[in-house]
């Protein structure tokens, strides 16, 4: 019956034992997933929050500014290239322009104890500088408001450093400032006294560069759309900077039409200047000349010589402004590296489609090659191919320039012929009135330009007037619309959550993985046949004599339970020899030794114990006992046998130290003076304890293996390897040398909560059912809170 109560109840208890390890991992996962959230609430909370800005912009084909208006119908189709206009927006002098426009010279920042926070336009104060004194820049200066009337300057970045207590509007100059501070309307006294700011002086160069390194261009799916975006920690100041850049943009766009516009009514001004000047020549010398003469009308037969001679002279000054035009195209052409402000034929009244034409292409080369310029390197792919065809159109149109030479040549001629006939047929008429003639037709003929540019500059004035711009905003920047981009706050306490289960999960596995410690009974029956002696809980006190100083701890009862397992093992024997082994050092096997030996000399048994492990003997230290003699001395002769066992302070406890230790342990213990010891003893004592060395590190206790009965082999949970199962399965097998091997589970941590304390599974129905104020130390663990949640972790 104690067997089947015994197997059913330590079933239980691993029923029990499982469940609640499920559950310490499971808190262990709680926490981790406590703790995972918790550091993702702080960087969400202290994390300087980054916010995405954009707006859009409609990018149109170019309107006709003036100078196409003046050549007539556009013989091409004329279409922006998306990527000129995205490297524009992303250049340096858009973005310095863009910058030269807000006020971005100063930052704001407040002092905090974690973060610092930036200011824009809601700083409680507002520095105030020269601008004809070249200020020292990305220099921090720290201030701290005193009062409303004062405040505190320091400047600890220079050597030496500055520290100097100002009145807000007074001046400050040295040699690397001049400034004054005034307070503004966002400035609350309750709130800013002694609060701690600072700011720093931003270059403009520098500045732009920032500005223009954080603007992202993006062309839409379909149509002519660009959107324009930029990261940054203030949301006003970005939505400020992206709508002025977008405004400096389509403003810049327009500028170059207009001035293309005003060269042209330039232009036209100018020979209007000198065409008034030759019409008032000539009417005044009309005038003199009727009055002079006294002529006023010509005669009707002389009428249509000199009409035809007004109109081929006529002819003859056009074809000599054209040629005029033509050589001005012709030096512009071999001295300009643009076309920006040229001259359109129509103005001189030349209506030439192929020249018209290839002006027109010329421009829109020059000016494809400039916004090309702003991005690509001077030895690109694409500039070369622009340079290439500006070379090609350029070289067409000298070609068309000297054909067009030689075509107004051939009509010159003819013209020049005509007249040379005409006025050899008018010589018959008076001089008088030939020269009145003569002087009529200059004027008729300037008085024809004069009206064509008139008209011409009323035209330009007009195109200059209603140019329009070609791109226009479809979204402005709103902080309606900004983006979070970082920090990430769901996707954060997302990735909390899973670290917060996957780090435990992988601990655990790991753990699993490379712990090759002995962690619970389950270890040793999986891996061994040995009987199980016995297990010995964890001892939190000092002293190693817990079954004597602690008669009614959960240790003392573990060891009752050993001790009663033991006699059911050598029932048969009257004289008991017990050796007592481990593996290694540090797994309790002289703490076993000396509580198994008190146990048994407890229950009215003369007991001795034998301090064997001669090379590193602890038992005379437990009992505050000398190490001068003892077994070693007396297997040398040195001493008698009553000369070396001890009593102990517990009765029917004797002691045989080990000695000083000698230089050849294993072969005192294999001389015959040893096992004559041992025989004399047997006679003397009821039970004898030995304890030898640890077996992995010298073979003493395999020596003695003969002269015992039955031989302990101790193990400490979370200590010892599970490596040290084949040797026990070894020594298992090997009967006839090591006679009945059992090994003990020492150290065994079990939380109170398992409701059996320590002592369970001790054998024949002994160590069930103790446990909540059964053993002296339930009533201290009661009330010691780190002590139960020590013991429900380490499981």
Not at 161 to 176: A, C, P, V
Not at 531 to 538: N, Q, T
């Given at each position: 019956?104690?067997e ?19 559950i ?99 700083a ?71 609060k ?20 992202e261009?993006?062309?839409?799916s ?18 400020d ?17 207009n ?30 000349f ?49 076309f ?5 034929p ?11 034409a ?46 067009i ?32 003639s003569?002087?009529?037709?200059r ?47 769901k ?118 114990l ?182 429900f972790?380490?499981?």
């Amino acid at each position: 019956m104690a067997e089947i109560q015994k197997k059913n109840n330590s079933e239980l208890l691993d029923v029990k034992k499982i469940f609640f390890k499920s559950i310490s991992k499971w808190y262990l996962f709680l926490l981790s997933i406590s703790l995972s959230i918790f550091v993702s609430y702080l960087i969400n909370k202290y994390t300087v929050p980054i916010y995405e800005i954009s707006l859009d912009i409609l990018i149109e084909d170019k309107k006709e500014n003036a100078l196409i208006n003046l050549l007539g119908k556009n013989p091409f189709q004329e279409k922006k290239d998306i990527s000129n206009e995205i490297a524009i927006l992303k250049s340096y002098d858009l973005a310095k322009e863009t910058i030269d426009s807000l006020d971005f010279r100063i930052t704001y920042v407040a002092s905090g104890r974690i973060k610092n926070s930036s200011f824009y336009k809601d700083a409680p104060f507002t520095v105030n500088l020269d601008s004809s004194f070249e200020q020292k820049t990305a220099l921090k200066i720290n201030i701290r408001f005193l009062s409303e009337k004062k405040y505190l300057l320091k400047i600890d970045d220079i050597k030496p450093s500055i520290e100097k207590t100002l009145n807000f509007g007074e001046q400050y100059k040295s040699d690397l400032f001049n400034f004054n501070i005034i307070l503004n309307e966002n400035f609350i006294s309750e709130e800013e006294n002694n609060k701690e700011f600072y700011f720093f002086i931003n270059s403009i160069d520098e500045l732009s560069k920032f500005y223009k390194s954080r603007i992202e261009v993006e062309k839409a799916s379909s149509g002519s759309i660009l959107k324009l975006s930029m990261q940054g920690e203030i949301i006003d100041k970005s939505i400020d900077y992206l709508n002025k850049l977008s405004e400096v943009y389509i403003n810049k766009g327009l500028r170059d039409k207009n001035q293309n516009a005003l060269n042209i009514i330039k232009f036209i001004d100018k020979r209007l200047e000198n065409i008034l000047d030759s019409l008032q020549n000539t009417e005044n010398e009309l005038n003199n000349f009727r009055e002079d003469e006294k002529i006023f009308n010509i005669e009707a037969e002389n009428s249509a010589i000199f009409e035809e001679l007004k109109n081929l002279k006529s002819k003859r000054l056009d074809i000599n402004i054209k040629f005029q035009y033509v050589d001005y195209l012709k030096n512009y052409i071999e001295s300009k590296s643009s076309f920006k402000d040229i001259m359109a034929p129509s103005v001189v009244g030349i209506n030439d489609v192929l020249l018209d034409a290839l002006i027109k292409k010329l421009i829109d080369l020059y000016e494809e090659k400039e916004k090309v310029s702003y991005s690509a390197k001077e030895n690109s792919p694409n500039l070369l191919i622009i340079n290439q065809n500006i070379e090609q159109t350029r070289k067409s149109f000298i070609e068309n320039i000297k054909n067009i030479i030689v075509t107004t040549n051939i009509l010159l001629r003819n013209i020049e012929s005509r007249i040379k006939f005409l006025e050899e047929k008018s010589q018959s008429l008076p001089i008088t009135e030939r020269k009145l003639s003569k002087i009529q037709r200059r004027l008729n003929s300037n008085d024809k330009i004069y009206n064509v540019l008139l008209e011409k500059r009323v035209e330009a004035k007009i195109a200059f007037a209603s140019n329009t711009a070609d791109n226009k905003i479809l979204n402005t920047a709103k902080s309606e619309e900004t983006l979070l981009i970082s920090p990430k706050i769901k996707k954060n306490y997302i990735n909390a959550l899973l670290i917060g289960l996957v780090l435990p999960f992988a601990f655990i596995l790991l753990r699993e993985f490379f712990n090759n410690n002995i962690e619970d009974k389950k270890d040793v029956e999986d891996n061994t046949d040995l009987p199980v002696l016995g297990y010995v809980g964890h001892n939190d006190l000092k002293s190693a004599l817990i079954t004597f100083e602690k008669k009614k701890s959960s240790i003392a009862e573990s060891f009752r339970a050993i001790r009663t397992n033991l006699q059911y093992m050598l029932m048969n024997k009257d004289k008991k020899v017990i050796s007592i082994t481990s593996t290694t050092s540090g797994e309790g096997k002289t703490f076993c030794a000396i509580n198994i030996a008190s146990i048994i000399a407890m229950s009215n048994k003369k007991t001795l114990l034998i301090g064997l492990d001669l090379r590193r003997p602890k038992i005379h230290f437990e009992f505050g006992l000398e190490n001068k003699i003892g077994l070693t001395t007396y297997l040398i002769g040195k001493n008698k046998l009553n000369e070396i066992i001890f009593p102990s302070k517990i009765k029917n406890l004797f002691i045989a130290v080990s000695g000083p230790i000698p230089p050849n342990p294993a072969e005192l213990i294999e001389t015959d003076k040893m096992k004559n010891f041992i025989e004399i003893v047997k006679k003397q004592f009821d039970t004898i304890i030995i304890d030898t060395p640890p077996i992995a590190l010298v073979t003493d206790a395999l020596l003695i293996a003969d002269f015992t009965d039955a031989n302990i082999y101790v193990i400490r949970q979370n200590y010892s390897k599970k490596d040290v199962f084949k040797l026990m399965n070894e020594m298992y097998k090997n009967k006839k040398n090591v006679k009945n091997l059992s090994v003990l589970l020492n150290d065994v941590i079990v939380p109170s909560y398992y409701g059996y304390g320590y002592g369970y599974g001790y054998g024949y129905g002994y160590g069930y059912g103790y446990g909540y104020g059964y053993y002296e130390e339930d009533a201290e663990e009661k009330n010691n809170f780190y002590q139960k949640i020590k013991n429900f972790f380490n499981l």
